[in-house]
T-cell receptor, first 113, second 115 residues
Framework: QKEVEQNSGPLSVPEGAIASLNCTYS??????FFWYRQYSGKSPELIMS????GDKEDGRFTAQLNKASQYVSLLIRDSQPSDSATYLC?????????????FGTGTRLLVSP | GAVVSQHPSWVICKSGTSVKIECRSL??????MFWYRQFPKQSLMLMAT?????????EQGVEKDKFLINHASLTLSTLTVTSAHPEDSSFYIC???????????FGPGTRLTVT
């Protein structure tokens, strides 16, 4: 059973701070890694994809991948109250042709004004 | 990313009736779509993989005769919950797969309440 582990939180940060969200995965064959944001009562929204080791930046978001350690993280700079949501880490499964995603249970982020 | 719609956004039905949920890929031809279910404060649960022109592949424990999936075109997949019961009340969400990037784009979801 492939697994994706996330701390459920809540992770509380003050407005303007950096929020750091972490995720570990068990499938060494995984090739693609995704971060989704889910607001309460809404469906998830894709915010970042990362495929290679290292950092990938998009606006206030930076995804970091370390395949050797089977670790992926998301940094949110200058956190805003509107960033308060649950962040889901997802990893694709090698044995499904990389089509299916395995989701973590999500980390709830609270950004206080 | 792809734009995905679902209809209806919410539905209330009586126990024993059937409900059809549509998932449309508005700007993208989707060979593969996925159907998920999410109970309150729980994680996403993959129900099935919907492949255009062929039978859906169901996850272990998901009753294929209860959750009928049809993917008749590259832009439309439907999920029919047959003989619905209160325990089927949930948030049903579809995704489309972008095969070049392996990204999945979510529809807005359908909230089903069975009374």
């Amino acid at each position: 059973q492939k697994e994706v582990e996330q701390n459920s939180g809540p992770l509380s940060v003050p407005e303007g701070a950096i929020a750091s969200l972490n995720c570990t995965y068990s499938d060494r064959g995984s090739q693609s890694f995704f971060w989704y944001r889910q607001y309460s009562g809404k469906s998830p929204e894709l915010i970042m994809s990362i495929y290679s080791n290292g950092d990938k930046e998009d606006g206030r978001f930076t995804a970091q991948l370390n395949k050797a350690s089977q670790y992926v993280s998301l940094l949110i700079r200058d956190s805003q109250p509107s960033d308060s949501a649950t962040y889901l880490c997802a990893v694709n499964e090698e044995n499904t042709g990389f089509q299916k995603l395995v989701f973590g249970t999500g980390t709830r982020l609270l950004v206080s004004p | 990313g792809a734009v995905v719609s679902q209809h209806p956004s919410w539905v209330i039905c009586k126990s024993g009736t059937s409900v059809k949920i549509e998932c449309r890929s508005l700007d993208f031809q989707a060979t593969t779509m996925f159907w998920y279910r999410q109970f309150p404060k729980q994680s996403l649960m993959l129900m099935a993989t919907s492949n255009e022109g062929s039978k859906a592949t169901y996850e272990q424990g998901v009753e294929k005769d209860k959750f009928l999936i049809n993917h008749a075109s590259l832009t439309l997949s439907t999920l029919t919950v047959t003989s619905a019961h209160p325990e089927d009340s949930s948030f049903y969400i579809c995704t489309v797969l972008a095969e070049s990037s392996y990204e999945q784009y979510f529809g807005p979801g359908t909230r089903l309440t069975v009374t």
